[in-house]
């Protein structure tokens, strides 16, 4: 028997849930009548529970039976296995139980968030986080997703404040002391969706959708920073009520800002929790890339009120259906919301990051068989989320929108208040197109990796060949292949051919080796992967590429942004010379998308972490000759009525001179603008102001690292927060990186954020190497500190530790102390470390003499 399922026999259909936690002493005590059938006679009942004592436990009938077990907690399994003096026959059966636990800092289960006030008291708040599987820490349940039950909970809170959970208040009374409120019944949904917020919370006014009263919360004095997610929360779940073509399953919906917050988001059916960053934000005052931030977070989340919360996987294996889909959801909603984000083309950049996982040879393929929900929570990463949400958009793209969201409804339809799986979502999209979906998803789903399109031209067809990519020849040493050789998939290619001033788009499905199409003898150029909806590289031979790139003003963004983005990797993966990928980047000063800038600006990152010491003056001067004319022409200040994106590429391109670039004149003039706003003079456009920050950073010293110190600590919105807080990695003295990394354990710096900032300062190339030493030497604290996933995530930035000496050294550390991740998480970190020690090692003296020319 699976350890990790728990048994059959018995089967919660109800819970009757009371909590009472209690703010000053971090403790809580609760009470649960749980409606069960017994299957087969038993004399035992399994379920989970874990830091909780459970003090009594009795199961009674209608029958008048009453028992009374013994409940014996199983601290490895997470399970509490109640045994009874004689057999409970089948039947329905009530099962009640008393609880204690303690509200945790860990930012899962029931846990404590803290906030100060104006005065800097501190405030305490009561969340739940939940997902996967950590119900079971707030109270005992069957705490897996296909133990789907109607939960009604009841919370008695210290009167003066509030609550919410996934319902509306039905009742309130007071009973002692205490407020008691009574929440509405839940649909029947799984545990992991279960939330209850206490704290003084405030909300705004709701605003009806249908029937169901939208409503933002956060902790008092943020409500001027809640318009934009209540705008966004309220249109996508208009539109995804006319997507799905089902009405919204809950009875209202609250989104709530939690000062302390593991992740992004959680999809609690009706009470969504955020951290702050991503539900609260000031309009005016944010740039477009943070507003971009909260519209995603909250429609994905929305997304999941069908996807996930109606509809759930019948295990962990089938997390990529909900976060793919969400994922996919909520770029859909935000390009139906404002085509002029053109989010899709953004898009671009979660597909490119989820191609450079995926090219290792330490990838998996996006769903393979979960035991332990511990490897459930590795799965919580960019294949699961942008190979999944891309690999959704081909099909969507194949199949046809309308045909793709038929399928879609009609497996909600089907499976609504239930579980499913990845086979019946394959099932309803194949009736909804009769086509045989498996044939084509299969390959991109169950198999690890994607491949490299490579065309060329023979006489008057053009060959287009497959073969999977990967950056490494071979996997890192003695780890096993993923995937199997001569590895195939059913690729659906749009090519797009000009000839003789026409344009014209031919779709085929490239299953084998090769397929040749005949092409007109006036052939100009060919697009391969035209759209950009593809996920796979495309290698163009020499005379198509030379071709494409003489007519780029006829490729559209996203074509653009995946042609240097496969350029970059062919030239990483060392198909391809670097220097001809450098003398590519120069036929782009011109581009004024900022996605296509964010792939070119990343790749001048990746060359920073692996140029000489002495060169890097000369990559700067390199950045400077490609970045300075667009932001020539873009100038400092924005035109009126220029479109946001404008104005945020503008952003962009100040960063990457006054940074990477080290432009002297852009730090001067970003130091005045800086002062001018600060003074309260002349107002920067809020899509500079980040980037000013930034710079001022890189070119700062003790006083300004003072200063900015101040404004993290003063901040008035989560976005200011965050810049100054991320600044402070931004320096180059050492003396002040050190107080940097030191802060992200002393407790100055949120749980949240710490391992992220940590992350932030082994990527730096001033900071890598005492970030290093900090994070060898302060790993057990950041064990003890970090929330769940923490780790992991500090832990990524080891891949810019691209030096022979470092990389030995992150071998050598991780082998001693045994780390593992969870699933292939530590073997990707390391193949990325290896790619980018591999290309120094190959190609360095090629980049040494290339930058010779600049200065
Ligand atoms: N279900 C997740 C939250 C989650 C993540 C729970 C990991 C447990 C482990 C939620 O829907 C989500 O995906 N949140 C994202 C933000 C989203 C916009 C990609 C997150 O938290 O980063
Ligand atoms: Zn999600």
């Given at each position: 028997?699976?350890?990790?399922?728990?048994?059959?026999?018995?089967?919660?259909?109800?819970?009757?849930?009371?909590?009472?936690?209690?703010?000053?002493?971090?403790?809580?005590?609760?009470?649960?009548?749980?409606?069960?059938?017994?299957?087969?006679?038993?004399?035992?009942?399994?379920?989970?529970?874990?830091?909780?004592?459970?003090?009594?436990?009795?199961?009674?009938?209608?029958?008048?039976?009453?028992?009374?077990?013994?409940?014996?907690?199983?601290?490895?399994?997470?399970?509490?296995?109640?045994?009874?003096?004689?057999?409970?026959?089948?039947?329905?059966?009530?099962?009640?139980?008393?609880?204690?636990?303690?509200?945790?800092?860990?930012?899962?289960?029931?846990?404590?968030?803290?906030?100060?006030?104006?005065?800097?008291?501190?405030?305490?708040?009561?969340?739940?986080?939940?997902?996967?599987?950590?119900?079971?820490?707030?109270?005992?349940?069957?705490?897996?997703?296909?133990?789907?039950?109607?939960?009604?909970?009841?919370?008695?809170?210290?009167?003066?404040?509030?609550?919410?959970?996934?319902?509306?208040?039905?009742?309130?009374?007071?009973?002692?002391?205490?407020?008691?409120?009574?929440?509405?019944?839940?649909?029947?949904?799984?545990?992991?969706?279960?939330?209850?917020?206490?704290?003084?919370?405030?909300?705004?006014?709701?605003?009806?959708?249908?029937?169901?009263?939208?409503?933002?919360?956060?902790?008092?004095?943020?409500?001027?920073?809640?318009?934009?997610?209540?705008?966004?929360?309220?249109?996508?779940?208009?539109?995804?009520?006319?997507?799905?073509?089902?009405?919204?399953?809950?009875?209202?919906?609250?989104?709530?800002?939690?000062?302390?917050?593991?992740?992004?988001?959680?999809?609690?059916?009706?009470?969504?929790?955020?951290?702050?960053?991503?539900?609260?934000?000031?309009?005016?005052?944010?740039?477009?890339?943070?507003?971009?931030?909260?519209?995603?977070?909250?429609?994905?989340?929305?997304?999941?009120?069908?996807?996930?919360?109606?509809?759930?996987?019948?295990?962990?294996?089938?997390?990529?259906?909900?976060?793919?889909f969400?994922?996919f959801m909520?770029i859909l909603?935000?390009?139906?919301?404002?085509?002029?984000?053109?989010?899709w083309?953004?898009?671009?950049?979660?597909?490119?990051?989820?191609?450079?996982?995926?090219?290792?040879?330490?990838?998996?393929?996006?769903?393979?068989?979960?035991?332990?929900?511990?490897?459930?929570?590795?799965?919580?990463?960019?294949?699961?989320?942008?190979?999944?949400a891309s690999v959704l958009r081909m099909l969507e793209q194949y199949l046809g929108a309308d045909v793709f969201r038929d399928g879609v409804?009609?497996?909600?339809?089907?499976?609504?208040?239930?579980?499913?799986?990845?086979?019946?979502?394959?099932?309803?999209l194949?009736?909804?197109s009769?086509?045989?979906?498996?044939?084509?998803?299969?390959?991109?789903?169950?198999?690890?990796?994607?491949?490299?399109?490579?065309?060329?031209?023979?006489?008057?067809?053009?060959?287009?060949?497959?073969?999977?990519?990967?950056?490494?020849?071979?996997?890192?040493?003695?780890?096993?292949?993923?995937?199997?050789?001569?590895?195939?998939?059913?690729?659906p290619?749009?090519?797009?051919?000009?000839?003789?001033?026409?344009?014209?788009?031919?779709?085929?499905?490239?299953?084998?080796?090769?397929?040749?199409?005949?092409?007109?003898?006036?052939?100009?150029?060919?697009?391969?992967?035209?759209?950009?909806h593809?996920?796979?590289?495309?290698?163009?031979?020499?005379?198509?590429?030379?071709?494409?790139?003489?007519?780029?003003?006829?490729?559209?963004?996203?074509?653009?942004?995946?042609?240097?983005?496969?350029?970059?990797?062919?030239?990483?993966?060392?198909?391809?010379?670097?220097?001809?990928?450098?003398?590519?980047?120069?036929?782009?000063?011109?581009?004024?998308?900022?996605?296509?800038?964010?792939?070119?600006?990343?790749?001048?990152?990746?060359?920073?972490?692996?140029?000489?010491?002495?060169?890097?003056?000369?990559?700067?001067?390199?950045?400077?000759?490609?970045?300075?004319?667009?932001?020539?022409?873009?100038?400092?200040?924005?035109?009126?009525?220029?479109?946001?994106?404008?104005?945020?590429?503008?952003?962009?391109?100040?960063?990457?001179?006054?940074?990477?670039?080290?432009?002297?004149?852009?730090?001067?003039?970003?130091?005045?603008?800086?002062?001018?706003?600060?003074?309260?003079?002349?107002?920067?456009?809020?899509?500079?102001?980040?980037?000013?920050?930034?710079?001022?950073?890189?070119?700062?010293?003790?006083?300004?690292?003072?200063?900015?110190?101040?404004?993290?600590?003063?901040?008035?919105?989560?976005?200011?927060?965050?810049?100054?807080?991320?600044?402070?990695?931004?320096?180059?003295?050492?003396?002040?990186?050190?107080?940097?990394?030191?802060?992200?354990?002393?407790?100055?710096?949120?749980?949240?954020?710490?391992?992220?900032?940590?992350?932030?300062?082994?990527?730096?190339?001033?900071?890598?190497?005492?970030?290093?030493?900090?994070?060898?030497?302060?790993?057990?604290?950041?064990?003890?500190?970090?929330?769940?996933?923490?780790?992991?995530?500090?832990?990524?930035?080891?891949?810019?530790?691209?030096?022979?000496?470092?990389?030995?050294?992150?071998?050598?550390?991780?082998?001693?102390?045994?780390?593992?991740?969870?699933?292939?998480?530590?073997?990707?970190?390391?193949?990325?470390?290896?790619?980018?020690?591999?290309?120094?090692?190959?190609?360095?003296?090629?980049?040494?003499?290339?930058?010779?020319?600049?200065?």
């Open positions: 028997m699976d350890p990790y399922r728990l048994p059959r026999h018995v089967v919660p259909s109800r819970y009757d849930l009371r909590l009472e936690p209690d703010l000053a002493t971090l403790t809580f005590r609760g009470e649960e009548t749980v409606a069960v059938t017994v299957a087969e006679a038993t004399d035992e009942v399994v379920f989970n529970a874990v830091e909780l004592a459970i003090t009594e436990a009795t199961i009674q009938n209608d029958r008048g039976e009453s028992l009374r077990g013994v409940p014996a907690m199983d601290e490895a399994t997470e399970r509490c296995r109640v045994a009874f003096p004689s057999r409970l026959a089948p039947g329905g059966w009530r099962l009640s139980l008393a609880f204690t636990g303690r509200l945790n800092d860990k930012l899962r289960g029931f846990y404590r968030s803290s906030y100060k006030d104006a005065s800097g008291a501190t405030h305490l708040v009561a969340a739940t986080q939940f997902e996967a599987t950590d119900a079971r820490r707030a109270f005992p349940c069957w705490d897996e997703p296909a133990f789907k039950a109607v939960f009604a909970v009841t919370l008695a809170i210290d009167p003066a404040l509030t609550a919410v959970s996934n319902t509306s208040v039905v009742a309130e009374r007071r009973e002692g002391g205490k407020k008691v409120l009574a929440f509405a019944d839940t649909i029947r949904m799984s545990t992991y969706l279960v939330a209850f917020v206490v704290g003084e919370l405030e909300a705004t006014d709701s605003v009806l959708v249908r029937r169901a009263p939208v409503r933002v919360w956060c902790v008092p004095g943020k409500l001027r920073l809640a318009a934009f997610g209540h705008a966004i929360a309220v249109t996508s779940l208009r539109f995804f009520e006319a997507y799905y073509g089902l009405p919204y399953p809950g009875d209202k919906l609250d989104l709530l800002a939690i000062p302390d917050f593991a992740a992004g988001a959680m999809e609690n059916l009706g009470a969504i929790t955020f951290r702050e960053t991503a539900l609260l934000v000031d309009e005016r005052a944010a740039s477009h890339t943070e507003l971009e931030r909260v519209a995603d977070v909250v429609a994905h989340e929305n997304a999941h009120m069908w996807f996930g919360d109606l509809v759930t996987m019948s295990w962990w294996n089938g997390i990529w259906l909900n976060e793919a969400a994922t909520e909603a935000i390009d139906a919301w404002k085509p002029e984000w053109r989010r083309v953004t898009f671009g950049v979660s597909r490119a990051a989820a191609l450079v996982v995926d090219g290792l040879h330490s990838t998996r393929p996006i769903e393979f068989p979960v035991r332990a929900p511990r490897d459930a929570d590795a799965m919580f990463d960019v294949l699961t989320y942008e190979k999944g409804r009609a497996y909600l339809t089907q499976h609504a208040y239930a579980n499913a799986d990845t086979g019946d979502l394959w099932a309803a194949g009736k909804a009769r086509q045989p979906i498996p044939d084509v998803m299969d390959g991109w789903i169950f198999k690890p990796g994607y491949p490299l399109v490579s065309a060329r031209l023979e006489g008057r067809e053009l060959v287009l060949s497959q073969q999977r990519f990967t950056y490494l020849p071979e996997p890192l040493d003695g780890a096993e292949p993923s995937g199997e050789p001569g590895q195939r998939w059913r690729v290619v749009q090519i797009r051919t000009q000839a003789g001033g026409t344009s014209s788009v031919t779709r085929l499905m490239l299953s084998a080796a090769e397929a040749r199409v005949p092409v007109a003898e006036t052939l100009d150029a060919v697009v391969v992967n035209e759209g950009g593809g996920f796979y590289r495309v290698r163009y031979a020499p005379e198509l590429l030379e071709r494409v790139i003489r007519r780029l003003d006829d490729l559209a963004p996203i074509e653009r942004f995946n042609l240097v983005n496969d350029a970059w990797a062919v030239a990483v993966a060392g198909l391809a010379s670097l220097t001809d990928y450098l003398d590519l980047t120069a036929r782009f000063r011109g581009e004024r998308d900022r996605n296509v800038w964010s792939v070119l600006i990343a790749s001048f990152h990746a060359l920073n972490r692996i140029v000489e010491p002495a060169d890097r003056p000369r990559l700067a001067a390199l950045v400077r000759d490609r970045v300075a004319p667009a932001f020539a022409e873009l100038g400092w200040t924005a035109r009126p009525g220029e479109d946001e994106l404008t104005r945020q590429l503008r952003g962009d391109l100040a960063r990457a001179l006054g940074t990477l670039g080290d432009d002297r004149a852009v730090q001067q003039e970003a130091a005045n603008l800086y002062a001018a706003h600060v003074a309260g003079g002349r107002e920067v456009d809020p899509n500079l102001l980040p980037a000013l920050i930034a710079i001022l950073a890189h070119a700062g010293d003790p006083a300004r690292y003072d200063e900015f110190l101040r404004r993290f600590r003063a901040a008035t919105t989560p976005q200011e927060e965050q810049r100054y807080l991320y600044a402070l990695a931004g320096f180059r003295q050492p003396e002040l990186l050190r107080q940097t990394l030191a802060r992200t354990l002393n407790g100055e710096i949120r749980t949240q954020d710490a391992s992220f900032v940590a992350r932030a300062l082994l990527t730096s190339v001033y900071a890598r190497e005492l970030a290093w030493d900090f994070v060898k030497t302060n790993w057990d604290a950041m064990e003890r500190q970090y929330p769940k996933h923490g780790l992991r995530r500090m832990a990524e930035g080891v891949v810019a530790l691209a030096t022979p000496e470092l990389e030995r050294d992150v071998h050598a550390f991780f082998r001693e102390r045994k780390i593992d991740f969870g699933g292939k998480t530590l073997a990707q970190y390391l193949e990325q470390l290896r790619i980018a020690v591999a290309l120094r090692a190959r190609d360095g003296v090629a980049l040494s003499k290339y930058l010779a020319r600049f200065r």
